[in-house]
């Protein structure tokens, strides 16, 4: 009983306060509504931004399947201008970066890689752009400029799956740098780590490198069999002079 009490007064202050604040409530409420509207709104703009930025790369990409010709790399660019911040334009960018590479415009090329990266850093694709920024490099002769951009996949993009792709383009680099150890090292670390089509290049990259240097197969001359040298040919020496 004294529980029913309770409860009613509580109920009727309650009550009492809306009464003498009912204004505020109204302006409460309705702001409340004005920001769920907004987010409604912003979330089906954002939708539809995404479904129309979809069905344009579609439109590209189907009359590249229809004419038997890839588009231009100003198609794709112009539907990741018109889409920017959409899964779509993100695509769009990559694959018009991409057929510039194939067209030989290689400085283009990599411009549109690092634009990507510096919009997208975190999309799931930056991996990609990243190896796209380092073979245009490396196909303008910019070696020294490429071996970093590959060595920076390797050490800061370790779980990418285009990770394996750099090193053995890495490996490659090296050896035609004629810095064979690092080049082997490069290898191993694929051919012991990756199966398929990479490891076994690696692998071949691998073999045909020891052919031609069969010393990097070599183990090197630790500092304790140096030592252990050193002392047997004093001991000789002695013994060869008295005779």
């Known amino acids: 009983m004294e529980s029913d009490v309770t409860q009613s007064a509580a109920f009727y202050k309650t009550w009492a306060w809306a009464e003498a604040n009912k204004n ?11 920001v769920g509207c907004g987010i409604g709104l912003y979330v089906w703009q954002h939708n539809e931004k995404e479904s129309s930025a979809s069905q344009a790369l579609s439109h590209v990409a189907t009359q590249t399947s229809l004419t038997g010709h890839t588009a231009p790399p100003e198609a794709f660019l112009k539907v990741a201008s018109q889409y920017p911040n ?12 991409g057929q510039l590479f194939v067209e ?18 975190s999309s799931d694709l930056a991996g990609q752009a990243a190896l796209g920024v380092a073979t245009s490099l490396e ?95 004093v001991t000789n020496a002695p013994a060869l002079n008295s005779k």
């Open 24 to 34: 505020l409530l109204v302006i409460a409420a309705a702001g409340i509504l004005v």
């Open 86 to 97: 959409t899964a779509g334009g993100e695509r769009a960018l990559l694959m018009g970066a």
């Open 104 to 121: 030989g415009k290689y400085a283009e090329a990599q411009e549109q890689f690092q634009k990507f990266l510096n919009e997208h850093r």
């Open 139 to 233: 196909a303008q002769g910019k070696t020294a400029d490429a071996i970093k951009a590959y060595k920076d996949i390797t050490e800061h993009r370790a779980s990418d799956p285009i990770t394996p792709r750099a090193r053995l383009a890495l490996g490659r680099l090296y050896e035609a740098q004629g810095e064979l150890t690092q080049a082997r090292d490069a290898y191993q670390q694929l051919a012991r780590a990756e199966f398929g089509g990479i490891g076994q290049e690696a692998n071949l990259h691998l073999q045909q490198l020891l052919l031609k240097n069969p010393a990097l197969a070599q183990p090197p001359v630790t500092a304790t069999n140096n030592s252990l040298v050193a002392p047997a040919s």
